[in-house]
């Protein structure tokens, strides 16, 4: 990192530099990353930046966090927790691993204790873009109609393509699973989850409601396309989806629900808009025979896997650019939760926003 040009995160519309730290072990770095809001930032923070409470014997502060995070404030042998607080003048209150609670802020100067909250911010938020994702929106494309067709252009792609290099039945999504992403979250707690669920109900009320005019959306899922820029060299081919009478409804529903996301914390903001697609073969399936979640990365056709082997779709493309898997009702946003399934074969629900 150019420390001329230091890494920003922005938190609650505000914009921090994040520290530079020399990089030992991958996992020790993971416990020793530390960030911080800069010299004399504590003074600048404004008073209402956070809830701070006035005791008999200072200041405090609380904010909840999920379990699985303490251990980035606390630290490698507890130093990045000692460091938060010597140079906040503070001290930080942790639940024991593995105890759902709250991390309390105390000191007698509330613009250290101030501080101390915004570094803890800014730390959680970087580890927290480590994590994999638990959870991600979907809408579900795996009704009959559709998993016929999705199985006979399986059977066609083998029957007349299968010579092709690096194709194979491994690379199709299971078609129970059939679904668009709309974004991806990393719920850590019982709490966060509940926090997805009610901003769901929350955007049923404010839009949701008002652009389906309460009804279920009608969707054409027709037509092949890739992520990549080389149809030689593919990772991901996805099917096209359209509503049937041509409006942008479901694209204005994807898109706000992911705005609103965003804005709440609760989702990272990975494009601009929302990319439609229903992903029917992927190079990630072949290790995950199953059906693999999709990440974001599939949207660009990027992995993280270096033995990631790609698929010649020339073909492919050629004589299915237009075939059609039926039409689906979009009935309900669900909050799907990853490596789970239903009675249907479908992802295990966290929530649901009926249409």
């Given at each position: 990192m150019d420390v001329l040009r230091p890494a920003l995160i922005r938190i609650g519309g505000r914009v921090y530099r994040k520290n530079l730290v020399h990089e030992q072990a991958q996992q020790q770095q993971e416990e020793d990353d530390d960030f911080y809001a800069g010299p004399g930032d504590c003074a600048d923070e404004p008073c209402d930046a956070f809830v701070v409470e006035e005791t008999e014997k200072g200041f405090q502060c609380r904010v909840e966090v999920p379990s699985p995070?303490?251990?980035?404030?606390?630290?490698k042998k507890g130093e990045t927790k000692k460091r938060l607080e010597t140079e906040t003048r503070t001290s930080i209150s942790i639940p024991k691993p593995g105890v759902q609670g709250e991390i309390v802020i105390t000191g007698q100067q509330r613009g250290g204790v101030i501080s101390a909250r915004t570094r803890v911010d800014v730390l959680l938020d970087s580890f927290r873009r480590k994590?994999?994702?638990?959870?991600?929106?979907?809408?579900?494309?795996?009704?009959?109609?559709?998993?016929?067709?999705?199985?006979?252009?399986?059977?066609?792609?083998?029957e007349q393509c299968s010579k092709d290099q690096g194709v194979s039945s491994s690379l199709f999504q299971n078609p129970a699973k059939l679904h668009l992403t709309l974004g991806t979250l990393v719920l850590l707690s019982e709490q966060e989850v509940r926090r997805a669920c009610d901003l769901l109900q929350r955007c049923k009320e404010d839009f949701v409601d008002q652009i389906t005019g309460g009804k279920p959306l009608t969707v054409e899922v027709a037509g092949v396309e890739y992520m990549n820029d080389d149809p030689a060299v593919m990772d991901v081919l996805y099917a096209k989806v359209r509503t049937k009478d041509g409006s942008d409804r479901l694209q204005a529903i994807a898109d706000q629900l992911v705005e609103r996301f965003v804005a709440s914390g609760l989702m990272l903001r990975e494009w601009d808009r929302v990319k439609l697609h229903a992903t029917v073969m992927n190079t990630l399936f072949r290790k995950d025979p199953g059906g693999?979640?999709?990440?974001?990365?599939?949207?660009?056709?990027k992995s993280s896997s270096k033995e990631r082997e790609s698929f010649n779709g020339r073909n492919i493309l050629k004589l299915f650019e237009n075939f059609s898997f039926g039409e689906a009702q979009l009935d309900a946003v669900l909050l799907s939760q990853r490596f789970s399934s239903d009675a249907s074969g479908y992802y295990a629900t966290a929530g649901r926003l009926s249409l």
């Amino acid at each position: 990192m150019d420390v001329l040009r230091p890494a920003l995160i922005r938190i609650g519309g505000r914009v921090y530099r994040k520290n530079l730290v020399h990089e030992q072990a991958q996992q020790q770095q993971e416990e020793d990353d530390d960030f911080y809001a800069g010299p004399g930032d504590c003074a600048d923070e404004p008073c209402d930046a956070f809830v701070v409470e006035e005791t008999e014997k200072g200041f405090q502060c609380r904010v909840e966090v999920p379990s699985p995070l303490y251990k980035y404030i606390i630290g490698k042998k507890g130093e990045t927790k000692k460091r938060l607080e010597t140079e906040t003048r503070t001290s930080i209150s942790i639940p024991k691993p593995g105890v759902q609670g709250e991390i309390v802020i105390t000191g007698q100067q509330r613009g250290g204790v101030i501080s101390a909250r915004t570094r803890v911010d800014v730390l959680l938020d970087s580890f927290r873009r480590k994590q994999p994702f638990t959870h991600f929106l979907s809408f579900a494309l795996n009704q009959p109609a559709v998993q016929e067709r999705f199985l006979q252009f399986k059977e066609e792609v083998l029957e007349q393509c299968s010579k092709d290099q690096g194709v194979s039945s491994s690379l199709f999504q299971n078609p129970a699973k059939l679904h668009l992403t709309l974004g991806t979250l990393v719920l850590l707690s019982e709490q966060e989850v509940r926090r997805a669920c009610d901003l769901l109900q929350r955007c049923k009320e404010d839009f949701v409601d008002q652009i389906t005019g309460g009804k279920p959306l009608t969707v054409e899922v027709a037509g092949v396309e890739y992520m990549n820029d080389d149809p030689a060299v593919m990772d991901v081919l996805y099917a096209k989806v359209r509503t049937k009478d041509g409006s942008d409804r479901l694209q204005a529903i994807a898109d706000q629900l992911v705005e609103r996301f965003v804005a709440s914390g609760l989702m990272l903001r990975e494009w601009d808009r929302v990319k439609l697609h229903a992903t029917v073969m992927n190079t990630l399936f072949r290790k995950d025979p199953g059906g693999a979640e999709e990440r974001s990365s599939a949207v660009t056709g990027k992995s993280s896997s270096k033995e990631r082997e790609s698929f010649n779709g020339r073909n492919i493309l050629k004589l299915f650019e237009n075939f059609s898997f039926g039409e689906a009702q979009l009935d309900a946003v669900l909050l799907s939760q990853r490596f789970s399934s239903d009675a249907s074969g479908y992802y295990a629900t966290a929530g649901r926003l009926s249409l």
